[in-house]
């Protein structure tokens, strides 16, 4: 039988609850509710087609910058200081906005699908300095995210935040920049082994003259190699654009799209045959994403053993989704600095390569940070003292999520007619946080946790102790 034959087992809540935390942040009891009555077919036409459901948000202001260095050398060193400043400050608040968006949208997959895609063509603050850039990249990769391969691919190589990141804007006939012909295969498109040094350097010809200026893309024509190119085996006077096009031809390219992208919402490995099923699937569907997802969230495999709370939850997914879970509301900067502490520093990968996710998100140091998230979402409390830490970002993280502490509803969750009856608390809390049964003797041992505490400690103490469990670190 193959992965990707239509599922046809029987729709339950934990079912819906697998599809809501994969294709999003997770649900809260009534989304899973709703979505478990809806069915699959419904369920996974809503996730995917989010286009149709309404949402209204406004854009965070953003400074203007100088945009290039003989504007920068008008300035004074103070002026400079202030617009470095404000640069900084206008990056925070992007980072909240989206934020903001993951905890409160009605289109949880394009939110997804946008993070998806943020690691995959990724692109940092810390290279590209300029908010604006990367505000237009986060809504462009949110615009595309589930159309077409090819759109997005055109669109990020003439983006400006990337073609900054990436150095070509500085590629031109003279001296071609391999940087962006480089990650445009090996990261973005094919996978290394798949092209040789020769191909990479003809595609940098090909690429020659895309840059920017302000924020538009502009080919720079003085700059462009018109030459006789052969790349991937084709000969001819090639741009950037017929790069693109010659590199989807590739059968591939629709393959390690698709590996990567069963990786993020499936599970981490696929087999061989599974990853060509899904190549075809989706380079017969011209590389339309929309089909190819649906096609994936109703399969039989997206609801087998395999995929069920197999995955590693990504530190947005462990913050979005308990805080969801929870109803905390604090400043979006303490999520943030939870995500960066605990690994993913959103609008600042570690690399082009963006992040390895899976078993890298799990390490000693992490897993510490995790249940102190738990803790500082349940109690507002952080260990240790900053003040006696030594200065450092660290020190900074601390302050910056004590200044923020939270709030959250465990007392609607758990109400005292059901805090003081230690039984009925571990299942309240097993259902909300786990969304799954619990094995008889781990039940046995939170019920014991709870009657060993005073009611009015008990709801905190039980969700912090299953928030800490290595099944809650799983989705």
Request: proline fraction near 5%; hydrophobic fraction near 40%.
């Amino acid at each position: 039988m193959s992965g990707l034959t239509p599922f046809r087992g029987t729709w339950t809540k934990t079912l819906a609850a697998h599809l809501l935390n994969r294709a999003g942040f997770g649900g809260t009891p009534a989304e899973i509710d709703r979505v478990a009555v809806w069915g699959m077919e419904k369920a996974v036409d809503y996730l995917v087609d989010f286009d149709k459901v309404e949402e209204k948000v406004a854009s965070p202001d953003l400074p203007e910058n100088p945009e290039n260095f003989r504007e920068l050398r008008k300035l004074s060193e103070e002026e400079k200081k202030a617009l470095f400043r404000a640069n900084r400050e206008a990056i925070e608040d992007i980072r909240g906005w989206w934020i903001t968006r993951m905890l409160n949208t009605p289109r949880p997959l394009q939110e997804k699908l946008t993070l998806f895609w943020h690691g995959h063509f990724a692109t940092s603050a810390n290279d590209v300095k300029n908010a604006r850039h990367m505000f237009l990249q986060n809504e462009f990769l949110r615009r595309h995210c589930a159309g077409n391969f090819r759109d997005l691919t055109l669109g990020i190589s003439r983006d400006p935040a990337m073609l900054r990141y990436l150095n070509n804007n500085t590629n031109h006939k003279e001296h071609p920049n391999e940087n962006y012909a480089r990650e445009l295969m090996e990261l973005f498109t094919m996978g290394i082994g798949n092209y040789t040094e020769d191909d990479v350097k003809e595609a940098a010809r090909a690429f020659t003259g895309w840059t920017f200026e302000g924020d538009e893309f502009r080919f720079a024509t003085f700059r462009h190699d018109y030459g006789s190119k052969k790349f991937l085996g084709r000969t001819g006077n090639f741009d950037g654009t017929e790069i693109v096009d010659i590199i989807l031809e590739q059968p591939v390219t629709a393959k390690f799209i698709a590996r990567k992208l069963f990786a993020f919402f499936v599970a981490d490995k696929a087999p061989a045959d599974l990853v060509e099923e899904l190549g075809n699937v989706f380079r017969s569907g011209k590389y339309e994403l929309k089909p190819f997802l649906r096609t994936l969230f109703k399969s039989e495999v997206f609801y087998s053993a395999t995929s069920w709370r197999t995955q590693i939850k990504s530190p947005a997914q462990l913050v979005i989704g308990s805080a969801r879970l929870l109803g905390v509301e604090t400043n979006t900067r303490a999520l943030a600095v939870a995500m960066r502490a605990l690994g993913q520093d959103l609008l600042f990968p570690p690399n082009v390569k963006g992040w390895d996710g899976g078993e890298t998100w799990i390490n000693t140091n992490s897993l510490m940070m995790r249940y102190n998230l738990a803790r500082y979402f349940l109690t507002g409390d952080l260990p240790g003292n900053p003040r006696e830490m030594s200065p450092g970002p660290q020190r900074r993280a601390l302050h910056q999520m004590l200044a923020a502490a939270p709030s959250n509803k465990l007392d609607e969750i758990c109400p005292q007619s059901i805090a003081v009856d230690p039984e009925r608390v571990v299942d309240v809390l097993a259902a909300r946080l786990l969304q799954a049964p619990v094995e008889p003797k781990v039940r046995v041992w939170l019920s014991d946790q709870a009657r060993a505490v005073m009611s009015k400690e008990r709801p905190a103490v039980v969700a912090h102790l299953i928030m800490s469990m290595p099944d809650y670190q799983l989705c």
